[in-house]
Nanobody, 124 residues
Framework: QVQLAESGGGLVQAGGSLRLSCAAS????????MGWFRQAPGKEREFVGA????????YYADFVKGRFTISRDNAKNTVDLQLNSLRPEDTAVYFC?????????????????WGQGTQVTVSS
């Protein structure tokens, strides 16, 4: 089992930045791919981006458009999500997720491990 814990959410004005962090514990060898999803009120949970430890790749959803950056520290088993140029439509609960294998999937059902989520609210 892998346990994931997010931190770093909060309230920010449009155009501002936040940095989210996710720490993995437990059987971290089963978390080759680690990434982020988000879920806005009344909407489906959507893929934001993810990084593969063994493949050395990072992939983002189209809507990120260079505003968000994922970074990973394999020694510490952490993955961060830097959110820049935030917009009100980025308001959501952001979830850290992890899965075995080196392939980055964008479908939530491919991820076995989830954090509890952290709220990001962007005011206009």
């Amino acid at each position: 089992q892998v346990q994931l814990a997010e931190s770093g959410g909060g309230l920010v004005q449009a155009g501002g930045s936040l940095r989210l962090s996710c720490a993995a514990s437990g059987r971290t060898s089963s978390s080759d791919v680690m990434g982020w999803f988000r879920q806005a009120p009344g909407k489906e949970r959507e893929f934001v981006g993810a990084t593969s430890r063994s493949a050395g790749r990072t992939y983002y959803a189209d809507f990120v458009k260079g505003r968000f950056t994922i970074s990973r520290d394999n020694a510490k088993n952490t993955v961060d999500l830097q959110l820049n140029s935030l917009r009100p439509e980025d308001t959501a609960v952001y979830f850290c997720a992890a899965t075995q294998g080196a392939i980055i999937f964008t479908t939530r059902t491919r991820y076995q491990y989830w954090g509890q989520g952290t709220q990001v609210t962007v005011s206009s």
